[in-house]
């Protein structure tokens, strides 16, 4: 299918650079100016080119030491260091953490400080690092002031693509991607692709944007466009603005993101709610209840609430919970049916699963005072209430918006397909 579509665009636009066998090209670069939030002794920001800034300061006209804050150091200590003009300790207290508090300083964070060049040695600026890309100036001049202010960050669009070996995370450092790209996919692809699933010659390829002060990443940005080979399938992930909300959709415009049925099935009622403290009917003592009780007569049909995988059946007593079924939906949730009469012909572990599909039927195995379904359900292997779960909206791409969304579409597989040299 890939092909198919791959053939529909012959644009090629963008030239490309090998790195360790992926490729990366800079498919749009914007850079804020190199002055932002820059502070300077006349708090004008320099006009010629030749002068060298640090943090907005002049930085030739100054002996510069650079330092790492110590465990436990606080600022008061730092500038101990240093020979500071007269009266400078007192003016900074007296401006009570108005611009930075500076009890958040930050153990192993750097710092720069800037002296006078001659004999005095005064200190004239501390610059310190509270995060990659955002900076405190504490100035000693003429006035004691605290100044924020901002590295200049560049944001590069590149391209990625590999072939999965062992994980999505190894392929990634293989290549000297960004790894943090693997949890941005799996987030992406979470109702699609299980990315503890993957198979060895799965592929990859995708646009994204990246982050950088100097040479140094400071993190990731958007997914412009995302293609998965898994299990002898094409998953595409297209970005589409609709209805003022931007997400991702397959190649047939149907949202990646899935959603689940309000409940596995037809229930006269809902006899017990989620507790971490409820009065058990059989046991008479007080003990979790981390699920929902629906009442139904014995032999409804019991429905997945999503697609999944079933990764347990167990049948029997199975301390009190009686049959029992485990499907997980993805790499956040799962859900569990329980006290089932018996399971749906033909299914067994390791099975898929649709979302609709019957699994099994109400009954009362286990330790039940009467038929109904104990259904609960997990988030990253965490019990949560059924009944509070907000499942997300999931809409196709409207008609009135197909037009658009092909053409978008078009132009995404061309510029995916262009990562192949």
């Not at 436990?72 to 500038?79: C, E």
């Not at 047939?252 to 507790?275: D, I």
């Not at 997945?304 to 790499?331: A, C, F, Q, T, V």
């Not at 009362?364 to 609960?376: S, V, Y």
């Amino acid at each position: 299918m890939i092909k198919k579509y791959w053939k529909i665009l012959t644009l090629v636009a963008a030239s490309a650079i090998l790195i360790g066998g992926v490729s990366l090209y800079y498919f749009l670069k914007s850079s804020g100016s190199a002055q932002k939030g820059s502070i300077n002794p006349s708090g004008q920001v320099a006009a010629d080119p030749e002068i060298r800034m640090e943090y907005g300061i002049p930085a030739d006209s100054f002996r510069i030491e650079y330092g790492r804050v110590k465990r436990d150091q606080m600022l008061m200590s730092i500038l101990s260091q240093y020979k500071l003009p007269e009266g400078a300790v007192n003016k900074l207290l007296t401006l009570k953490q108005k611009v930075f508090d500076v009890r958040k300083i930050r153990a192993g964070n750097t710092y720069a400080a800037f002296s006078d060049p001659d004999s005095t040695g005064y200190l004239r600026y501390l610059a310190y690092e509270h995060t990659a890309i955002d900076y405190v100036v504490f100035s000693f001049t003429d006035s004691v002031t605290v100044s924020l202010g901002q590295k200049a960050v560049d944001t590069l669009t590149l391209r990625a693509q590999g072939t999965i070996s062992s994980s999505l995370w190894n392929a990634m450092i293989d290549r000297e991607i960004n790894p943090l790209l693997a949890n941005d996919l799996s987030e992406i692809y979470a109702w699609s692709i299980d990315f503890f699933g993957l198979q060895v010659a799965d592929s990859f390829r995708v646009i994204y944007d990246e982050h950088f002060v100097d040479t140094v990443s400071v993190g990731l940005g958007k997914i412009h466009a995302a293609y998965f080979y898994h299990a002898g399938n094409d998953f595409f992930a297209i970005p589409f603005v609709q209805d003022s909300v931007e997400s991702y959709y397959d190649i047939e415009g149907n949202s990646l993101r899935k959603t689940f049925l309000k409940a596995p099935l037809n229930y006269r009622r809902v006899s017990s709610h989620f507790s971490y403290s409820r009065m058990h009917p059989v046991l008479k003592i007080r003990r979790p209840h981390l699920g929902v009780d629906y009442a139904a007569p014995a032999g409804t049909p019991v429905v997945s609430i999503g697609d999944g995988k079933i990764i347990e059946l167990k049948p029997g007593y199975n301390k009190g919970g009686g049959n029992m079924i485990r499907i997980k939906h993805n790499g956040v949730y799962s859900t569990a049916y329980l006290h089932l009469q018996g399971f749906a012909k033909g299914i067994k572990t390791g099975d898929w699963v649709k979302q609709g599909d019957v699994i099994g039927y109400v009954g009362q195995t286990g330790l039940a005072t009467g038929p109904h379904l104990d259904f609960r359900f997990y988030m990253n292997g965490n019990p949560i209430d059924p009944l509070k779960v907000e499942s997300p909206p999931v809409e196709p791409i409207h008609e009135e918006n197909r037009e658009k969304f092909d053409s978008v579409k078009t132009i995404i597989i061309g510029d995916l397909q262009r990562d192949i040299q």
